[in-house]
């Protein structure tokens, strides 16, 4: 059952998907440059995880695709499985529309219901429209849990850093990295933090099994 929260949030990028197409834009990036940064960010966490063969991907929160492009770019499409995973239906169907005859799978779902070797959330857990921090918390810290168990090697993801955990008044989360630190060592495993000087209020996390 989609909760309030999250009808909020497909409403939001069915909208923004509707008015700019698959674009940054439509999913609240500020630009391409600074997306394909974080794609690259995860993609070589993946790569530094001792890449089997063939892996698998779940990416929750894939909006138009533009992981599984950069993700193509990197990698032979035999290389490699990808399921996506959505709120908002109108990206979704664009992707199925685009990708689906090249062996992706997207879902309107907001978490995976297979394991995949690497768990990939990338801008996911930013926006949170009329939500409390503790709320907004604790729904990262579930969903987080609930990926977790369906994760084989690592689960990859970005947020917005600040000194204290709170919420913007455009709906934008942020968090100590100390507190996502804590919460994924003491419940996950080993937890790296990836950075990049032109990104410089975010981190990248990886949580490995391996």
């Known amino acids: 059952m989609v909760s309030e929260f999250e009808k909020k ?54 909006g138009y695709g533009g992981f599984l492009k950069r993700l193509k770019s990197n990698f032979n499409n035999d290389s490699f499985s990808y399921a996506g995973f959505d709120l908002a239906k109108s990206p979704i169907k664009y992707c199925e529309r685009k990708y689906a005859k090249k062996g992706a799978y997207f879902y309107s779902s907001g978490t995976p219901s297979e394991m995949a070797d690497y768990s990939v959330m990338s801008g996911t857990f930013n926006y949170a429209p009329d939500l409390t921090v503790n709320a907004w918390r604790d729904y990262l810290f579930t969903s987080l849990n609930s990926i977790w168990n369906l994760t084989r090697r690592s689960m990859i993801f970005n947020l917005m850093i600040s000194e204290e955990d709170k919420i913007t008044s455009q709906s934008i989360s942020y968090i100590r990295k100390e507190t996502i630190l804590n919460f994924c060592q003491s419940n996950f495993g080993a937890t790296y933090e990836h950075f990049s000087s032109k990104l410089p209020r975010e981190i990248t996390f990886c949580v490995s099994k391996t």
């Open 9 to 62: 949030v497909a409403d939001e990028y069915n909208s923004r998907f509707i008015r700019y197409g698959a674009q940054p834009k439509s999913s609240l990036w500020f630009s391409e440059q600074r997306q394909i940064l974080r794609f690259d960010l995860i993609i070589n966490c993946i790569k530094r995880n001792s890449v089997p063969r063939h892996f698998s991907v779940n990416d929750i929160g894939c």
